[in-house]
Antibody, heavy 122, light 112 residues
């Protein structure tokens, strides 16, 4: 059974930093690209970032480019999101999600975690 | 990236069919067959219902179908059931800058 468990969400002050983690199990982690998607309270989904199966390629939404860094450790079946220069508008539930296609980066998300809440507030 | 345009809400009675539209541009919906649809119940994670415009993942009911014409994609749910009441989001690959994905604003489906 595919499981994705996010952690690391806390309350942080504007301008602060945070690292989110996602522990994956139930599938061959290094065969799949991974996404981060966020959802502000009461709002819709917003794609944040994508990393290829080998970590060699990364992609970001314009809203986080230059501030967030996605990475992965295939030896630990783990995905990360380093978030710097946080703003109030980054407040959201952050989901990690698995790409559906083996070694595909143009691939939707077929499994999602339950999310970890990041609140940016003074 | 601009979000794809979906109606805020749709409704239907049990047994009826409904269609949710998702309008983008030639840089996303119209340019690629990489449209997906997700269902999200309150307090739950999204679930993939349709990918690559019209394909259903294993385990998704065949009451759900997808299509596309020009810059507009559509999700049709036939034989509406109470459990279909949820938020639905479309998503598309976009070439507007670098590789990116864009979501629609979401549609609340109410089963009357």
């Amino acid at each position: 059974e595919v499981q994705l468990v996010e952690s690391g969400g806390v309350v942080v002050q504007p301008g602060g930093s945070l690292r989110l983690s996602c522990a994956a199990s139930g599938f061959t982690f290094d065969d799949y690209a991974m996404h981060w998607v966020r959802q502000a309270p009461g709002k819709g989904l917003e794609w944040v970032s994508l990393i290829s199966w080998d970590g060699g390629s990364t992609y970001y939404a314009d809203s986080v480019k230059g501030r967030f860094t996605i990475s992965r450790d295939n030896s630990k079946n783990s995905l990360y999101l380093q978030m710097n220069s946080l703003r109030a508008e980054d407040t959201a539930l952050y989901y990690c999600a698995k790409a559906a296609m083996v070694r595909g980066v143009i691939s939707p998300c077929d499994y999602w975690g339950q999310g970890t809440l990041v609140t940016v507030s003074s | 990236q601009s979000a794809l345009t979906q109606p805020a809400s749709v409704s239907g009675s049990p047994g009826q069919s409904i269609t949710i539209s998702c309008t983008g541009t030639s840089s996303d919906v119209g340019g690629y067959n990489y449209v997906s649809w997700y269902q999200q119940h309150p307090g739950k994670a999204p679930k993939l219902m349709i990918y690559d415009v019209s394909n259903r993942p294993s385990g998704v009911s065949n009451r759900f179908s997808g299509s596309k014409s020009g810059n507009t994609a559509s999700l049709t749910i036939s034989g509406l059931q109470a459990e279909d009441e949820a938020d639905y989001y479309c998503s598309s690959y976009t070439s507007s800058s670098t590789l990116n994905w864009v979501f629609g604003g979401g549609t609340k489906l109410t089963v009357l």
